[in-house]
Structure formats: structure tokens, C-alpha cells
Nanobody, 125 residues
Framework: QVELAESGGGLVQAGESLRLSCAAS????????LGWFRQVPGKEREFVAA???????TYAESVKGRFTISRDNAKNMVYLEIKRLRPEDTAVYYC???????????????????YGKGTLVTVSS
């Protein structure tokens, strides 16, 4: 059974940086993409970023330049670093996994197969 456990969320000030972590377990994640989505209350969950087993990363246009995704295959971990946080980054951030490693457009339209329970990031102005 796939389990994705996020950590690192909390209350931060606008302009600060934050790193989210996700521990993946339950199967081998070789050849799986790992990624992040976020959801604001009342809105649909949206794709943020994904990284393939080989390290190829893809991002939603809205976060390029401030968000960096990375993974540690030996530890089955995926990270999301967010710089210059803005109040509009406030959301529940979900870790995700999928057997298909592909483009941002694919994930934006189809999502990923597995999701964690999420971690809340609140950015105050």
C-alpha cells in the first residue's frame, strides 16, 4: 500500500522560504514520478511540480522561478522548496506519486495516481 507522508507546513511570513518534505513508502518508486499539488479551500487541487526518477523536473507556469522540487531516491523522499512566499501560496500541499513520468500538462489535466493527506501552509502578509 502506497503511503505518502508530508511534513514541513506551518505559518510563515510573506517573503520567507519554506521546505516541504514527503516520505514515500509501500512500494518501489523507481520509474515513478513524485510530485506536489496544492489546494485552496473552495478550489480544485492544482498541480505544482513533479520530478522523475532520473531527476527531470517540471513545474506549473505559476510557480516557476520560486518553487524547486527535488528527490532523494535512496531515502524515497521528495522535497519542495518555496522561496519568497506570498499570501496566495496559502494552501494544503499534497505529495503525489504516479507511474508515469511526463509533462506538467499531463499532471494538470489528469493528476497523479496517489496522494498524501496534505500539509497546510499559511502565509501571512
Amino acid at each position: 500500500q502506497v503511503e505518502l507522508a508530508e511534513s514541513g507546513g506551518g505559518l510563515v511570513q510573506a517573503g520567507e522560504s519554506l521546505r516541504l518534505s514527503c516520505a514515500a513508502s509501500g512500494r518501489s518508486f523507481s520509474n515513478h514520478a513524485l510530485g506536489w499539488f496544492r489546494q485552496v479551500p473552495g478550489k480544485e487541487r492544482e498541480f505544482v511540480a513533479a520530478v522523475s526518477w532520473s531527476g527531470f523536473s517540471t513545474y506549473a507556469e505559476s510557480v516557476k522561478g520560486r518553487f524547486t522540487i527535488s528527490r532523494d531516491n535512496a531515502k524515497n523522499m521528495v522535497y519542495l522548496e518555496i522561496k519568497r512566499l506570498r499570501p496566495e501560496d496559502t494552501a494544503v500541499y499534497y505529495c503525489a506519486a504516479d507511474k508515469i513520468a511526463t509533462s506538467a500538462y499531463y499532471y494538470e489535466t489528469r493528476g497523479m495516481e496517489f496522494y498524501g493527506k496534505g500539509t497546510l501552509v499559511t502565509v501571512s502578509s
